[in-house]
């Protein structure tokens, strides 16, 4: 799954981030150095599981079902160390994020993104870090050669 048009999308649809989302591949740098973003709010966009569905019986193709999962990593830093200033900031980001893709068609793909769950996964450091998760469904098709 191509996660460049999630990003894009982000960076238009949300003002609040102010442009800043990033792909997997910053997160990991940024983990493997210890670090949390300087400059905040940021969202980092990273792949999740596929799960399989069921198979659709069709002649001369297998055609399988598939939810393509994907998750939005959200940290603001704050200078509350107990967050509760933070956290109106923390519920619109979350809110926009969601209005941002909810219902989303993406080309590519069969279905139209879902809003799963949002949880907070790190308050470290005056940063706080949640996960909002979506599925997208999708078709498994391949043709025998």
């Known amino acids: 799954?191509?996660?460049q048009p999630i990003i894009d999308r982000l960076r238009t649809r949300v003002a609040d981030l102010g442009g800043r989302v990033?792909?997997?591949?910053?997160?990991?740098a940024l983990t493997a150095a210890g670090g949390v973003p300087?400059?905040?709010?940021?969202?980092?966009?990273?792949?999740?599981?596929?799960?399989g569905g069921k198979h659709h019986a069709q002649?001369?193709?297998?055609?399988?079902?598939?939810?393509?999962?994907?998750?939005?990593?959200?940290?603001?830093?704050?200078?509350?160390?107990?967050?509760?200033?933070?956290?109106?900031?923390?519920?619109?980001?979350?809110?926009?994020?969601?209005?941002a893709l909810a219902g989303w068609d993406i080309d590519a793909l069969v279905g139209v993104v879902q809003f799963r769950r949002s949880a907070l996964i790190g308050a470290d450091r005056g940063a706080f870090s949640y996960e909002i998760q979506f599925t997208v469904a999708d078709q498994l098709r391949i043709v025998p050669s």
């Open 1 to 3: 799954m191509d996660l």
């Open 22 to 28: 990033e792909d997997v591949g910053a997160l990991a």
């Open 38 to 51: 300087s400059a905040t709010p940021v969202a980092h966009v990273i792949p999740g599981s596929i799960q």
């Open 59 to 99: 002649t001369g193709a297998y055609v399988q079902s598939v939810e393509r999962q994907f998750s939005v990593i959200l940290t603001l830093r704050t200078q509350d160390p107990t967050g509760k200033r933070a956290m109106p900031r923390l519920a619109g980001l979350i809110d926009d994020i969601i209005l």
